[in-house]
Nanobody, 126 residues
Framework: VQLQASGGGAVQPGASLRLACAVS????????IGWFRQAPGKEREGVSA????????FYSRSVKNRFTISRDSSRNTYFLQMNNLEPEDTAIYYC????????????????????WGQGTQVTVSS
């Protein structure tokens, strides 16, 4: 397994969770880590991304100002801090690695990410 996502859980609306994506393969050549999510019956959508070298960040409109993506380069681990969670955030969250330095128009395209982790479930419900 090259990418390991963790940190999901079941929480109430307004709560916070922090997801982690550990890149276990030191030989994996990547420039960007992205977080995607897939709710039941919906397409997988981009949530956020961060470039490995310059830490440039990207967010979808639905999570901007609530979610924060970050990295711990020393541990090759990337985080998605999710605050003020809403029922609409319920989904399986996946982290993915891209060999490209993605840009504003491409960061959320699944085709940019050839490497995917197994996903972690986030459920927001009262």
């Amino acid at each position: 397994v090259q990418l390991q996502a963790s940190g999901g859980g079941a929480v109430q609306p307004g709560a916070s969770l922090r997801l982690a994506c550990a890149v276990s393969d030191r030989n994996l050549d990547y420039s960007t880590i992205g977080w995607f999510r897939q709710a039941p019956g919906k397409e997988r959508e981009g949530v956020s991304a961060i470039s490995r070298t310059y830490a440039r960040t990207f967010y979808s409109r639905s999570v901007k100002n609530r979610f924060t993506i970050s990295r711990d380069s020393s541990r090759n681990t990337y985080f998605l801090q999710m605050n003020n969670l809403e029922p609409e955030d319920t989904a399986i969250y996946y982290c993915a690695a891209s060999p490209y330095n993605v840009i504003t128009s491409s960061w959320s395209q699944r085709s940019q990410y050839p490497h995917w982790g197994q996903g972690t479930q986030v459920t927001v419900s009262s």
